[in-house]
């Protein structure tokens, strides 16, 4: 039902910022809990930030007050603004859509095909 495409991904300095966007082919309904995800090679793909249908948002304490998660119903739209970033943010960063847990799983559960992020110099 929904397709999701992050962009927004390149090479960045250390200090520097970036903002990924996750486009929702589907229909973005405001019962998904969207989020963005990252993963090193070899490393578990782990949570970054989530937004609820409502704006409550939950980050991970390697990127509060760095980061910030927001999205545009209107415009189907998820974005991460990542500031001050560091070497250790380098990844490949997943859009995730999900909704409708039955207490086991998700009925509903989406992942993007990633972009890359490298913070370097």
């Known amino acids: 039902q929904v397709q999701l495409v992050e962009s927004g991904g390149g090479l960045v300095q250390p200090g520097g910022s970036l903002r990924l966007s996750c486009a929702a082919s589907g229909t973005i309904f405001s019962s998904y809990l969207m989020g963005w995800y990252r993963q090193r090679p070899g490393n578990q793909r782990e949570l970054v930030a989530d937004?609820?249908?409502?704006?409550?948002?939950n980050y991970a304490d390697s990127v509060k007050g760095r980061f910030t998660i927001s999205r545009d119903n209107v415009k189907n739209t998820v974005y991460l603004q990542m500031n001050s970033l560091k070497p250790e943010d380098t990844a490949v960063y997943y859009c995730?859509?999900?909704?409708?847990?039955?207490?086991?799983?998700?009925?509903?559960?989406?992942w993007g095909q990633g972009t890359q992020v490298t913070v370097s110099s």
């Open positions: 995730n859509a999900r909704s409708d847990y039955t207490g086991d799983y998700w009925y509903r559960n989406y």
């Open positions: 937004i609820s249908g409502t704006g409550s948002t």
